[in-house]
């Protein structure tokens, strides 16, 4: 059975779809078996995967209007050695087709089920906003994992996004759990970024990763070559800080 988890922070640019690639790589590398969902219509985690998201026999999209299945509309990335269930602009049509469906924040977890014994982990890209998809993703999830930049505004906005996860576990998914709050593009020469870390362990404890991911240019530079950063450069620090986050989160799903 595969554990399922949503990469989410209603924030832009804070880290997500690097995160979700470089994760699947990571576990990738530790032979685990993944499947990384791209539920952002900015297809940016389908790119990253060396993947063309322009022209999509198959998408997200139709799999969750029930027009595809996930057997039919995944691909293989060969440059992190991870299966995708690939987006694009499409996907934000969904938003507003769903409406109408039954059924409509069980979609994604419903497809799913019927690839569940084939994967040890599935990540989910979410899109930054607390919308119908990103909620798809939450009930699919058994738990999230929250990128933060650690600076002066990356609490702000955190309790719109755990109240959502608390309400979605009351009504939706009593499995839903927040697995942890990962610090990434983590620049330890910055007084603040110190503090800001130092800050998120004494308020959040054990719910704070171990793993720091840093600011790396690496991890920036590899999507443009189709590639996540833990395949284009294994040994930058990047990437193995990514690959010791795959270590970190093999072990924690062994406790649940
Ligand atoms: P999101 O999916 O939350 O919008 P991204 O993962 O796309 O965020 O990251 C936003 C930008 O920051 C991208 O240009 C990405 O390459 C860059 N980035 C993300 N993580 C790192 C890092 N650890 N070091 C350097 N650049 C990073
Ligand atoms: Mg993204």
Same mark, same amino acid.
């Given at each position: 059975?595969?554990k399922?988890f ?12 690097t995160t979700t690639v470089n994760l699947a790589a990571g576990l990738a590398k530790l032979n685990q078996r993944v499947l990384l ?8 985690a389908?790119?990253g995967a060396g993947?063309?998201?322009? +022209? =999509? ?10 027009? !595809?299945?996930? *057997?039919? %509309?995944?691909?293989r990335s060969e440059a992190g050695r991870f299966d995708v ?34 994967y040890d982990f599935v990540l ?55 697995? +942890? =709050? ?10 603040? !970024?110190?503090? *800001?870390? %130092? ?12 793993t720091?991911i840093?600011?790396n240019?690496r991890l920036?530079?590899a999507?443009?070559?189709?590639m996540p950063g833990v395949t284009f450069d294994p040994a930058s620090k990047g990437a193995q800080a990514y690959i010791a986050f795959g270590a970190e989160m093999v072990k924690r799903i062994?406790?649940?």
């Open positions: 059975m595969a399922i949503c990469v989410a922070n209603q924030k832009g640019g804070v880290g997500k779809t969902v791209d539920l952002d219509p900015q297809g940016n389908t790119m993947i063309n998201k322009a +022209g =999509l026999q198959a998408s997200t999209y139709e799999v969750m209007l029930g027009n !595809s299945d996930v *057997v039919t %509309a995944r691909q269930l690939p987006a694009n602009r499409e996907l934000a049509g969904a938003e507003v087709e769903m409406v109408q469906l039954d059924n409509r924040e069980r979609r994604l977890k419903d497809a799913l089920a019927a690839v569940d014994k084939e989910i890209d979410c899109p930054p906003a607390l919308s119908m998809l990103t909620l798809n993703g939450l009930c699919a999830a058994h738990g999230v994992i929250i990128p933060m930049q650690c600076e002066y505004y990356a609490l702000e906005g955190l309790s719109d996004l755990v109240n959502t996860i608390k309400k979605v576990h009351a009504n939706l998914n009593q499995d839903l759990k927040i697995i +942890g =709050l990962l610090r990434v593009m983590f620049d330890p020469r910055m007084t603040l !970024s110190q503090q *800001v870390s %130092a800050q998120l362990e004494q308020h959040f404890g054990d719910k704070v990763f171990k720091i840093p600011r240019v920036a530079e999507p443009s070559y189709g062994k406790k649940m």
